[in-house]
Every structure is written in C-alpha cells, then in structure tokens.
C-alpha cells in the first residue's frame, strides 16, 4: 500500500480558503504537500479552471477534496489525471447534467431553508443575522461573525454550471455527512454518497463541518489518500 502524498483543497461557495486552515495544519504535519484553490466561485467552468490549473502544478498524484459548491467542482475538475481520488465534505455531488440548482430544486419535506438573499447583481449571500444558526451553528460566534462578514459573492452562474463527466462515476470517491448540516440536508448528502458508491462517515457538525470538525476531516483524506 502507497500513500498519496497531494491533496489539493476546494471551498464552496460564500467563503474562501481560509477555512481549511486546521485541515491544512494536520495534513501538512502529516508530511503532505496540501494546496488551496482559491476558486473565485463566479461560475463552474472558472472554478473548474481553477483547480485544474493547481493540479498541473503537482509532481504525482493527487486526492482532491470539496466541500458544499465545491463538489460541483471537483466532480468535474477530477477527471484531471493526477486526481487517484475525491473527497466530499458536507459537499453536493452532481451526476451528469446536473449542476447545484437541479439538486437544491426539489428539498426534502421539512428540511430548513438556507437565508439566501435575493441576488443582486447576479450574486448571492447569506443573511448575516442567520448565518451563524444555519452555516456554522458549531463554531464560536466570533468565528461566525467574520465568515459573516467576509463572505465572498457567490455568482448565480456557479449554480447553474452542469457537470459533464462526474469524475466519482470512474475514480475512488469518499463522502462526510455532516449530521447537524442546515445548508445540505443531511439525508440529501447520504443520498449524493450512496448515488457516488463513496465510503460514506458521518460526524456531528454544522455546514462549517471543514472548519468546526478538521480531525475528521482530514482523517477521512487521510484514508483517501492510502491506496
């Protein structure tokens, strides 16, 4: 058994890089070589663009791991032929033709309701006052507050991207359900990793899962990534 030694990290939309910081901080004492895409979430194609442009960048093979939107993108970008594997963190999972709108259109009876503003502009953010309760309910309020207030605009044209090739349908896919999650259903995310054949954990946490629960999360890359 070889052990990848790249990861290559996507955040989904409203936030940027910054909070794969204590997954960035276990990884890299680990001795991987751990890279950030800061996808500018304007549309797919971009994000895409993006993340391909850091795997070029790579000397071997490469996890690669998205959270929320940010499976979107790597369920395209993984076709990249260093990715031996993908990773989705509380993340959405589209199959061909399928893009974020086609998978939040139809929710689950009951299932909370993310406080997505009106777009403006062609861009959308969360209300600030319901952030903390529906993005990041396990995170201290200080901590919220400045993923509230430095949120990034999420461009309407992201959500609409389609995938083309799901990646997950040829290489080794992972899912981690965020069991307390008000953004991604948590039976919508059990459903995504069942449709992925991915080797499915669960943990208690919010949509901020990457963020509030790190340990987990890179212990589930780390099991990607020994083949």
């Known amino acids: ?130 952030f903390h309760h529906s993005f990041a309910a396990d995170l201290p309020a200080d901590e919220a507050a400045f993923l509230a207030d430095s949120q990034v605009p999420w461009g309407v044209g992201a959500l609409a991207g389609a995938v083309t090739e799901p990646a997950w349908r040829h290489k080794p896919a992972f899912y981690l359900v965020a069991t307390e999650d008000r953004m991604i259903p948590p039976p919508a995310q059990r459903a995504m990793a069942s449709r992925a054949g991915a080797v499915t954990v669960e943990a208690i946490g919010s949509h901020a899962i990457y963020a509030s629960q790190p340990q987990a999360v890179a212990d589930l890359i780390r099991q990607a990534a020994s083949r």
Not at 38 to 51: C, F, H, I, K, Y
Not at 66 to 73: D, E, I, K, M, T
């Open 1 to 130: 058994m070889s052990t990848i030694r790249n990861v290559v990290l996507v955040h989904g939309g409203f936030v940027d890089g910054s909070g794969w910081l204590g997954v960035h901080r276990r990884l890299t004492d680990d001795g991987f070589n751990v890279k950030i895409v800061q996808n500018p979430t304007m549309s797919l194609e971009g994000d895409v663009e993006a993340t391909r442009f850091i795997l070029d960048g790579l000397d071997g093979p490469a996890v690669l791991v998205g959270h929320s939107y940010g499976g979107a993108v790597i369920s395209e970008a993984g076709t990249h032929p260093a990715v031996q594997a993908l990773v989705y963190i509380a993340a959405f999972a589209p199959d061909k033709g399928e893009s974020v709108n086609t998978l939040i259109a139809d929710p689950p009876p009951g299932a909370p309701v993310p406080p997505i503003l009106p777009p403006r502009d062609g861009f959308l953010f969360l209300d600030r006052d319901k």
